[in-house]
């Protein structure tokens, strides 16, 4: 089984804090996925990257940054949290195989952030 | 841009049937994946499409228009523990390489 492991379950931290959140996949995975999920929004794509070192912007990367060092691990940054970061953080990795097009993505248990 | 609609809340009672349907307007399209999530849990995949036609997964069915941008998830025999969050997901590309979109989920709720 996949298994996604997110280093927090909850965090609490203070506004204009720097703030890192942990991904780690077991799955030797490519692709790995940042999401924040909001009560009426659902979940939004923040970053992605399909292999080390290299980045994509998803659908709202504004206030964040991502680094990708090893294939195994997806960190998502925020440099200066603000309030409208709180949110449920969800990692997710997937394998990008011509084989396994409808890979799904594997999700962790999210980091539920909340800034004050 | 990039829209995928499904309906907010739906409720059903034990042993009914109940379809969730989902429409989506995005630029490209790689597949459709349907996921439950229970609440405080993380999401868990249940269907994907990407030909016209049903897909079925013993109570879970999962059907495809592409043509019609069009989506449904058919859930049978309904039980309690099927009340959850289910999300429709479109695998679209992007500048580089694909991502999925995710539409803002529908509330199922089954009572007794």
């Known amino acids: 089984d996949v298994k996604v492991t997110q280093s927090s379950r909850y965090l609490v931290k203070r506004t204009g804090e720097k703030v890192f959140l942990e991904c780690v996949q077991d799955?030797?995975?490519?692709?790995m996925f940042w999401y924040r999920q909001d009560p009426g929004l659902g979940l939004r794509l923040i970053y992605f990257?399909?292999?080390?070192?290299?980045?994509e912007k998803g659908d709202i990367p504004e206030g964040y940054s991502v680094s990708r060092e090893k294939k195994e691990r997806f960190s998502l940054i925020l440099e200066s949290a603000s309030t409208n970061q709180t949110s449920m953080y969800l990692c997710?990795?997937?394998?990008?195989?011509?084989?396994?097009?409808?890979?799904?993505?594997?999700f962790g248990n999210g980091t539920r952030l909340t800034v004050t | 841009g990039q829209n995928i609609d499904q309906p907010t809340e739906m409720t059903a009672t034990e042993g009914a049937i109940v379809q969730i349907n989902c429409t989506y307007q995005t630029s490209g399209f790689n597949g459709l994946f349907w996921y439950q999530q229970h609440a405080g849990e993380a999401p868990t995949f249940l269907s994907y499409?990407?030909?016209?036609g049903l897909e079925e997964k013993g109570r879970f069915s999962s059907f495809l228009s592409r043509s019609k941008g069009y989506s449904y998830l058919l859930l049978k025999e309904l039980q309690m523990k099927d009340s959850a969050s289910y999300l429709c997901?479109?695998?679209?590309?992007?500048?580089?390489?694909?991502?999925?979109?995710f539409g803002k989920g529908t509330t199922l709720s089954v009572s007794s």
């Open positions: 799955m030797d995975h490519e692709n």
């Open positions: 499409n990407v030909l016209d």
């Open positions: 990257s399909y292999d080390v070192k290299m980045k």
């Open positions: 997710a990795s997937a394998s990008p195989r011509q084989d396994s097009y409808n890979s799904p993505l594997h």
């Open positions: 997901a479109v695998r679209a590309p992007r500048e580089a390489g694909t991502a999925l979109i």
